[in-house]
């Protein structure tokens, strides 16, 4: 079966560090992304890792380790506008005439001043 | 960037009425299309996915003779949600890919609410 599991809902302090962790299991594995979503807005897409270890993009970081299954955002300076739900996704196989990305239930994030 | 567009961004119906939602990418051509959908404080769920000329490949649950899926030129896909009911009413988002979807862009959405 496919699995994607994350923390419903999550409050943090402007200025502070949040980590908004993913855990999956999933029928074979070819990526995972993080994308954030405003309320009643499409998702922008924020990250994808393919390798274990940290990619750094700004104040936005996600590892992966694929051994254990598990992922996380990062998210440093949190800002007021960092308010949103962000959701994990893992590009799942088998692989056949397009690839498939499972979505997990998104984690709401609330940025309190 | 690329962009995808949706029409409409929002649309109010009655029970038993059709409503067709289109999906453009505008500055790509788009091999592949998804169409998920999304109920209110809940994740993604894909529906359907469409290449070019052929017929769209259905999740397991969805209905292919209710949502009628056509996927006719590399920049247009559309979604006919038929005889809409108020179990229907929901947020319909797009994704193009111009492979075989190892990159997506999404499209704004497109709210649905049936009476």
């Known amino acids: 079966g496919q699995n994607i599991d994350q923390p419903t809902e999550m409050t943090a302090t402007e200025g502070a560090i949040v980590q908004i962790n993913c855990t999956y299991q999933?029928?074979?594995?070819?990526?995972l992304f993080w994308y954030q979503q405003h309320a009643g807005e499409a998702p922008t897409f924020l990250s994808y890792?393919?390798?274990?270890g940290l990619e750094e993009k700004g104040r936005f970081s996600s590892f992966l380790s694929r051994s254990k299954g598990y992922s996380y955002l990062l998210l440093k300076e949190l800002q007021m506008k960092d308010s949103a739900s962000y959701l994990c996704?893992?590009?799942?196989?088998?692989?056949?005439?397009?690839?498939?990305?499972?979505f997990g239930s998104g984690t709401r994030l609330s940025i309190r001043p | 960037g690329a962009v995808v567009s949706q029409h409409p961004s929002r649309v109010i119906c009655k029970s038993g009425t059709s409503v067709k939602i289109e999906c453009r990418s505008l500055?790509?051509?788009?091999?592949?299309m998804f169409w998920y959908r999304q109920f209110p404080k809940q994740s993604l769920m894909l529906m359907a996915t469409?290449?070019?000329?052929?017929?769209?490949?259905?999740e397991q649950g969805v209905e292919k003779d209710k949502f009628l899926i056509n996927h006719a030129s590399l920049t247009l896909s559309t979604l006919t949600v038929t005889s809409a009911h108020p179990e229907d009413s929901s947020f319909y988002i797009c994704?193009?890919?111009?492979?075989?979807?190892?990159?997506?862009?999404f499209g704004p959405g497109t709210r649905l609410l049936v009476l």
């Open positions: 994704s193009a890919s111009p492979d075989r979807g190892e990159t997506q862009y």
């Open positions: 999933t029928s074979g594995f070819n990526g």
């Open positions: 890792n393919v390798l274990d």
């Open positions: 996704a893992v590009r799942a196989l088998p692989y056949s005439s397009a690839s498939k990305i499972i």
């Open positions: 500055d790509f051509q788009a091999t592949t």
């Open positions: 469409s290449n070019e000329g052929s017929k769209a490949t259905y």
